[in-house]
């Protein structure tokens, strides 16, 4: 069993920045490959950014990719997602997931956090 939990988020202006972290516990995060997900109101959600296990390959959504960056600590069980030149459709409920598939796709994933909301004013 893996628990995630999100933090991080906050409301910002456009063009600020963010950093939202994914502490997990439960199995080490050095088991999984993790990703990020997001789902604004009214939409599906949609997948952002993926990083494998050992962080040596990531993916990112190309709405995002130049903008966004993910990392992770394994020795701190701790998933992150820098976000930088935030705009207004930015505005999400962002979620960590964990599992052992590096996709793009929800189906690839097994654990889920419970999301943390990201609000980016004009």
């Known amino acids: 069993q893996v628990q995630l939990l999100e933090s991080g988020g906050g409301l910002v202006q456009a063009g600020g920045s963010l950093r939202l972290s994914c502490a997990t516990t439960?199995?080490?995060?050095?088991?999984?490959?993790m990703a990020w997900f997001r789902q604004a109101p009214g939409k599906e959600r949609e997948f952002v950014a993926a990083?494998?296990?050992?962080?040596?390959?990531?993916s990112y959504a190309d709405s995002v990719k130049g903008r966004f960056t993910t990392s992770r600590d394994n020795a701190k069980n701790t998933l992150f997602l820098q976000l930088t030149s935030l705009k207004p459709e930015d505005t999400a409920v962002y979620y960590c997931?964990?599992?052992?598939?590096?996709?793009?796709?929800?189906?690839?994933?097994?654990?889920w956090g419970q999301g943390t909301q990201v609000t980016v004013s004009s």
């Open positions: 997931a964990a599992g052992g598939m590096f996709g793009s796709t929800g189906a690839d994933y097994m654990w």
């Open positions: 439960g199995r080490t995060l050095s088991s999984y490959h």
């Open positions: 990083i494998t296990w050992s962080g040596s390959r990531t």
